[in-house]
């Protein structure tokens, strides 16, 4: 039997998937969490075999759930299910350590027989964003990445550096500098394309 963990902050979607795995002779269903910080919460305490989650939770993405796991549940597999067919994504989650991005219009079966293979080891990849992901790679930093995120919130330079703890000189670098790979006109235009992207 394999033991699944759902993460979605959709309270409809999150049933709709615990019903229809939970039809399944070889899956059970341990869990379901409302946001990231539950999610993570119950992968320590319940152990599952492979973490089901959406891209944007509240209080901790999945993007970031899947990295926290990766350095504290190891043999935990992660797949990304999600509406965001963007390659940038892909890309971030892999680097994470997820071993599946499935987006949320396939069939049911699909996410069944993607938790299989991610279970026995293999990966589970939407055929339609598995090439264009090698082709549209991110011109960012992870440091210019990091700023962009800041900046999107409207916080200022100043702000910004005390967060990221560096020089205010050194934050209008990165902000110059992720501004001009992206041609864009300003850190908010700058951090609107990278979102588009998926880089953010």
């Given at each position: 039997m394999i033991r699944v963990l759902l993460a979605e902050d959709q309270a409809l979607v999150l049933g709709a998937l615990s019903a229809l795995l939970s039809l399944e002779d070889d899956l059970e269903v341990v869990g379901g969490a409302?946001?990231?910080?539950?999610?993570?919460?119950?992968?320590?305490?319940?152990?599952?075999?492979?973490?089901?989650?959406?891209?944007?939770?509240?209080?901790?993405?999945?993007?970031?759930?899947?990295?926290k796991l990766r350095?504290?549940?190891?043999?935990?597999?992660?797949?990304i299910v999600t509406t965001f067919a963007r390659s940038g994504y892909l890309r971030r989650?892999?680097?994470?350590?997820?071993?599946?991005?499935?987006?949320?219009?396939?069939?049911?079966?699909?996410?069944?027989?993607?938790?299989?293979?991610?279970?026995?080891?293999g990966r589970a990849i939407d055929p339609s964003l598995a090439e264009s992901a090698w082709e549209?790679?991110?011109?960012?930093?992870?440091?210019?990445?990091?700023?962009?995120?800041?900046?999107?919130?409207?916080?200022?330079?100043?702000?910004?550096?005390?967060?990221?703890?560096?020089?205010e000189g050194t934050v209008r670098n990165y902000l110059s500098e992720a501004i001009g790979k992206l041609g864009a006109g300003s850190r908010v235009e700058a951090a609107r394309a990278a979102r588009d992207k998926g880089w953010l």
């Open positions: 409302a946001d990231g910080e539950q999610a993570l919460d119950l992968a320590l305490t319940l152990r599952p075999d492979v973490l089901v989650t959406d891209i944007e939770m509240p209080r901790l993405s999945g993007l970031d759930l899947a990295a350095e504290r549940l190891p043999q935990l597999r992660v797949i989650a892999l680097e994470v350590g997820a071993r599946g991005y499935l987006l949320k219009d396939a069939p049911a079966a699909e996410l069944a027989g993607a938790i299989r293979r991610v279970h026995a080891g549209d790679v991110s011109p960012l930093t992870e440091r210019e990445r990091q700023v962009l995120v800041a900046a999107e919130t409207g916080a200022s330079t100043a702000a910004i550096a005390q967060a990221l703890r560096l020089s």
